[in-house]
């Protein structure tokens, strides 16, 4: 596995592997764990090279976030993609994806604003604008991307289609299912900021939004679901529930009900000094 760190170095690295056919990037901000390496191995039976790159992106973190504490860990992450046989790790320095005076900023609007995007005012520009800019450095075929933070996803995709996206288009940004732990819990590199005992009630949250799930597909109003869902966590030692949300999957609009399009049961919740994030697939009315 050959690394690099600056544009020219990445630009000679791509034009060497594009030529053995489809190219994917698996964008991360390190600190991997299963998840991501699940990503890897998604884009390389997609691919026939793999780019994945690392870098902690401050654009995307607010002024009193976890960008400081954020693990980093590159020389650990580097042995685990090398093992996985990831051909080009792309770990650029702050200053190289955003040198002196930029200026540029990507908002894509509505899609954006609720759910994290409220309590995290220009976190999904943030998003925007550094994948942007990593597709443009690297032109991968496809790119992957976890389904764990499923705003972030749609946010990509309708960014691919607004601005005519061809590396990737739209429909090559891949979606790998949330990889989760033996009691539930989605994995995140943040998951390692719980103590033992928050730990142990975090597992609170994918139960349950199982139920919420059952009850909701059972016909269950969702008004009633979803109040259910936040008095669980509340019982189960979550300091406060961000939100809880059923929504259209696609545009993320709020649903009230259940109807003939793939929804998303999506919740935000905070243990200890985590916040934590997840979502889960509700299948159309009918199906």
């Given at each position: 596995m050959q690394t690099v760190n600056r544009l020219p170095q990445l630009r000679?690295?791509?034009?060497?592997?594009?030529?053995?056919?489809?190219?994917?990037?698996?964008?991360?901000?390190?600190?991997?764990?299963?998840?991501?390496?699940?990503?890897?191995?998604?884009?390389?039976?997609?691919?026939?090279?793999?780019?994945?790159?690392?870098?902690?992106?401050?654009t995307q973190f607010g002024p009193n976030e976890d960008l400081a504490t954020y693990p980093r860990q590159l020389a650990e992450d580097s042995h685990l993609l090398e093992a996985?046989?990831?051909?080009?790790?792309?770990?650029?320095?702050?200053?190289?994806?955003?040198?002196?005076?930029?200026?540029?900023?990507?908002?894509?609007?509505?899609?954006?604003?609720?759910?994290?995007?409220a309590?995290?005012?220009?976190?999904?520009?943030?998003?925007?604008?550094v994948v942007c800019k990593l597709f443009n450095q690297v032109r991968p075929d496809l790119a992957v991307f976890g389904e764990k933070d499923w705003q972030q996803?749609?946010?990509?995709?309708?960014?691919?289609r607004d601005l005519d996206l061809t590396q990737p288009h739209a429909e090559a940004i891949i979606g790998v299912p949330t990889v989760r732990e033996a009691?539930?819990?989605a994995q995140s590199s943040r998951n390692r900021y719980l103590s033992s005992e928050d730990r142990r009630?975090?597992?609170?949250?994918?139960?349950?939004?199982?139920?919420?799930?059952?009850?909701?597909?059972?016909?269950?109003?969702?008004?009633?679901a979803l109040r259910m869902l936040k008095q669980a966590l509340t019982n189960g030692g979550f300091a406060s529930v961000?939100?809880?949300?059923?929504?259209?999957?696609?545009?993320?609009?709020?649903?009230?009900?259940?109807?003939?399009?793939?929804?998303?049961?999506?919740?935000?919740?905070?243990?200890?000094r985590t916040r934590l994030?997840?979502?889960m697939p509700i299948g159309p009315r009918g199906a």
């Amino acid at each position: 596995m050959q690394t690099v760190n600056r544009l020219p170095q990445l630009r000679e690295a791509v034009d060497r592997l594009r030529p053995k056919g489809p190219l994917a990037l698996v964008p991360t901000m390190g600190a991997l764990h299963e998840g991501h390496l699940a990503l890897v191995r998604e884009a390389k039976a997609r691919s026939a090279s793999v780019v994945v790159s690392i870098f902690v992106n401050p654009t995307q973190f607010g002024p009193n976030e976890d960008l400081a504490t954020y693990p980093r860990q590159l020389a650990e992450d580097s042995h685990l993609l090398e093992a996985e046989g990831v051909d080009l790790l792309w770990a650029p320095p702050v200053e190289e994806v955003y040198p002196k005076g930029f200026a540029t900023t990507i908002s894509v609007r509505g899609i954006s604003e609720g759910l994290c995007g409220a309590s995290r005012p220009g976190h999904f520009d943030g998003v925007a604008t550094v994948v942007c800019k990593l597709f443009n450095q690297v032109r991968p075929d496809l790119a992957v991307f976890g389904e764990k933070d499923w705003q972030q996803l749609a946010v990509i995709r309708r960014m691919a289609r607004d601005l005519d996206l061809t590396q990737p288009h739209a429909e090559a940004i891949i979606g790998v299912p949330t990889v989760r732990e033996a009691d539930g819990l989605a994995q995140s590199s943040r998951n390692r900021y719980l103590s033992s005992e928050d730990r142990r009630r975090a597992a609170v949250l994918p139960q349950a939004m199982g139920e919420a799930v059952r009850q909701i597909e059972g016909g269950e109003p969702v008004s009633t679901a979803l109040r259910m869902l936040k008095q669980a966590l509340t019982n189960g030692g979550f300091a406060s529930v961000d939100y809880a949300e059923l929504a259209d999957a696609e545009s993320l609009a709020p649903l009230g009900q259940l109807g003939e399009r793939p929804a998303r049961l999506l919740v935000a919740a905070g243990i200890g000094r985590t916040r934590l994030i997840d979502n889960m697939p509700i299948g159309p009315r009918g199906a």
